[in-house]
């Protein structure tokens, strides 16, 4: 950049303006705050870096289990709009040391350029859904956990299986052979973690298929399918 | 909705041990109807039936589980007693010898409805004829 002191010649800020310009791959000036965004966003970027590539299998099953449920729902169409941005951002791990900086800043800004929208508002709204992600973090890794199953705990299923209805289909019935468990819907009695957005996510009709085996270490594994 | 699920129980977790039991008479009881299927039990061709009530108890599903292996075993022999005393049904197999067993049971209760069960007599004619060939 040609700079004398603090000040520019006002004959070369023209091309002193289009070289920045393109040192940022053209992006618009307030795109730029996307950097002051991700950088409160470290825990989003470190969520998509867990993820990996399982992001999209999980995040399809995840958006039916918090059907109406707003504000689940919202905050995992949040997850998966920002996705792709967070992801370039996630693509500076994989830059070889020997690169110029100046390419990895123009290919990277010209690269967020083309998923950042150009519009004032529509950015806004963007840049609002990274830090909404980023504020309800937890919830989302809670959601995205295969283990916790979006909240509904292992227990609280087994028990409703338990007191379930097993459904046993025989090889001559035309949808083939097979045996289901049907879920009670209505324990007994509530497991002491129980609470009622457990029944929120709740299918309300839906059966397991389930295949136990003997697992190493004189455990078990339980595979459950929804029908 | 939850479309597939693994999970991984040791020993020691007390609060699923239940389940598991449950779970695994649940699949013996399941493969011992396959079985009576097999066999060509008339009870159990193409049936589609819940094993339990809810909240049924482990020793539930125990009993029905030990009244299974009488009726299989019960079948068991009493097919091979039919076969051993009528030769010739060894010409059906185990489902054809099941659907003539269904033939006369709707024969028969249509024998107490209808005044010509002779109409009726079609359901099992064919299996008659496999067994005893033209001279019927």
């Given amino acids: 950049l040609i700079v004398v002191g603090n000040t520019i010649p006002l004959t070369s800020a023209a091309p002193a303006l289009q070289e920045l310009e393109g040192l940022f791959g053209g992006l618009k000036s307030w795109q730029l705050e996307i950097f002051h965004v991700i ?49 370039q951002f996630l693509s500076l791990d994989r830059i070889e040391a020997e690169t110029h900086w100046q390419v990895i800043l123009t290919t990277f800004c010209k690269n967020i350029g083309q998923l950042l929208p150009v519009e004032r508002k529509e950015l806004d709204f963007k840049l609002k859904m990274i830090e909404n992600v980023q504020l309800n973090i937890q919830e989302i890794r809670t959601y995205f956990s295969l283990r916790s199953s979006s909240g509904i705990s292992i227990p609280f299923i087994l028990q409703l299986m338990e007191q379930g209805v097993y459904q046993s289909q025989l090889q ?47 455990g078990y594994l339980l595979r459950f399918w929804s029908r | ?36 299927e097999q066999e060509g039990h008339p ?64 024969l028969l209760s249509k024998v107490s409805n209808s005044p010509s069960p002779i109409l009726s007599s079609q359901n099992i004619i064919s299996f008659l004829l496999l067994v005893k060939g033209t001279n019927l």
Avoid at chain 1, 52 to 78: A, I
Avoid at chain 2, 77 to 87: A, D, K, S, T, Y
């Fill in chain 1, 39 to 87: 950088h409160e966003a470290h825990d989003v970027i470190e969520f998509f870096r867990e993820q990996h590539y399982e992001f999209d299998e999980r995040s399809r099953m995840v958006t039916q289990e918090v059907q109406g449920y707003r504000f689940g729902s919202e905050l995992v169409n949040y997850t998966i709009a920002v996705k792709d941005v967070i992801v």
């Fill in chain 1, 172 to 218: 001559l019935h035309p949808n083939g052979q097979g045996m289901k468990n049907q879920p009670s819907l209505f324990p007994s009695f509530p497991p002491s973690h129980f609470n009622i957005q457990n029944l929120l996510f709740f299918p309300k009709n839906f059966g397991f298929r389930i295949v136990l085996e003997q697992g190493a270490h004189k």
């Fill in chain 2, 1 to 36: 909705m939850i479309q597939a699920m693994t999970v991984y129980v040791r020993d020691a977790a007390v609060e699923v041990i239940h389940f598991i039991e449950i779970c695994k008479l649940a699949q013996e009881i399941h493969n011992l109807r396959l079985e009576l």
């Fill in chain 2, 43 to 106: 009870c159990y061709q193409g049936d589609s039936s819940a094993l339990n009530e809810s909240g049924m108890s482990r020793s539930k599903f125990q009993e029905k589980k030990d009244e299974l292996q009488v009726v299989l075993a019960d079948w068991k022999e009493r097919v091979q007693e039919v076969r051993n005393e009528h030769p010739r049904l060894l010409m059906l197999d185990r489902r054809q010898l099941s659907q003539l067993i269904r033939g006369f049971f709707v």
